[in-house]
């Protein structure tokens, strides 16, 4: 497979080397020193392209690539305002494109187990909900994409919550996304229900940036042939 790799940063260095090992070549590099470079022209004869920039330049990477009729998968986060105008643009050119907020397994099976601990939740109303995500310092959005995921997930299990805030609230329909940055975390995860008798928790926590790295390239195998948008949960039948 012939990848292009648009952002060399922490997750496109992971990528390159993972893919490298599965065998693949990466055969375009971009990151901002040489953005002009993602052209139609350089993007002949790239099998899927992988992006991994900043919520401010995905959109526009994620056009060219579609434009250019090459398969694209980004996993920036902080852009979900353009992704209607991305996944519209993807159906028009009939192209392909897969976008996640989180690609690793272990995350993609915890937003399921996430969804089906809301539905069970739901009759319950004396426990208070809590999301609580923790990322390293460099993270340039707040709260993380996986955080609201996670609470989209939950909104759709449980239609007592419409709406979710970046901050402590004991508002009823409102989910509290609490968002800590330390040095070094690569992502955790926590959703706690906590009632004056008990608590009930469940936690993801990611010890380093392979298994984001490797479900991003799964998801680049898979992609390859197809045409729409898809979803991590397609790609791992979830
Ligand atoms: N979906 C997931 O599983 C997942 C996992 C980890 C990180 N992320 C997200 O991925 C993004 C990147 O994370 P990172 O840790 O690699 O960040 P990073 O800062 O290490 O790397 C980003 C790179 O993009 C480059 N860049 C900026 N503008 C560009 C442009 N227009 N064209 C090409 N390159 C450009 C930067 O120079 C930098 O090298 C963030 O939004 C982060 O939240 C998602």
Not at 80 to 93: G, I, M, N, R, W
Not at 105 to 134: C, H, R, S, W
Not at 166 to 194: C, F, L, M, Q, W
Request: aromatic fraction near 8%; charge should be negative.
């Amino acid at each position: 497979m012939r990848i292009a790799i648009i952002g060399y940063g922490r997750m496109g260095k992971t990528i390159e080397k993972l893919a490298v090992d599965k065998g693949h070549e990466i055969a375009l590099k971009i990151d901002l020193d040489n953005q002009s470079d993602l052209t139609g022209e350089n993007l002949k004869g790239i099998d899927v392209a992988i992006e991994f920039t900043t919520p401010a330049t995905a959109f526009d990477n994620v056009c060219r690539c579609i434009h250019a009729g090459v398969p694209v998968i980004s996993g920036t986060t902080g852009w979900q305002d353009k992704f209607v105008e991305a996944k519209t643009l993807c159906y028009e050119e009939s192209g392909a494109m897969l976008v996640s907020s989180n690609f690793s397994i272990g995350v993609n099976l915890f937003f399921a187990l996430n969804q089906k601990l809301a539905e069970m939740m739901k009759p319950y109303e004396d426990y208070k909900l809590q999301l609580t995500e923790t990322h390293h310092t460099k993270k340039l959005d707040a709260p993380s994409g996986t955080a609201i995921t996670l609470a989209e997930g939950i909104m759709s299990q449980d239609d007592r919550k419409t709406k979710w805030v970046n901050e402590a609230t004991d508002i009823e329909n409102t989910i509290p996304i609490i968002s800590v940055r330390e040095p070094d975390v690569p992502g955790t995860h926590v959703i706690n229900y906590k009632s004056e008798i008990d608590s009930i928790e469940i936690k993801h926590e990611a010890y380093s940036r392979i298994g984001f790295a490797s479900g991003a390239v799964l998801a680049a195998e898979w992609i390859i042939e197809k045409v729409g948008v898809y979803e991590m949960k397609d790609v791992l039948g979830l």
